[in-house]
């Protein structure tokens, strides 16, 4: 249920997963801390304001869905709503935006 950092970069360098389907990566953290840190390319949509609207859920039909979080627990849990919600394939970042930083991205702030 969880993906490593490094597959995430691989695959939205790509825009596609390694079957070949669109990646759409859920940042589930509050707006202060997208604010503090963000990875280009994610989609805003805290956890406290879920689930989101049916439109944004229409929008990642087909897609690959990857959420992350600070270190992993909240996109955990909002993977597995995914999972239990028509998207089955639907994986969490493991250590989030703060692995991201350590692996990927050192210009992204760790807090």
Known sequence: MEV????????L????????????????REPAEYQTASIHGATLV?????PPSQELID???GKHV?????????SLRVANWFRQNGFPDALSMA??????????????LQY
């Open 95 to 108: 250590g989030g935006i703060d692995q991201w930083s350590l692996e990927i991205d050192p210009r992204i």
């Open 46 to 50: 805290p956890m406290s304001q879920w």
């Open 13 to 28: 360098d790509r825009g596609l997963d390694d079957s070949g389907v669109p990646i759409c990566l859920i940042d589930c």
């Open 59 to 61: 929008s990642w039909q």
């Open 66 to 74: 990857v959420v992350h979080c600070h270190h992993g627990g909240r």
């Open 4 to 11: 490593d950092v490094s597959t995430v970069k691989r695959w």
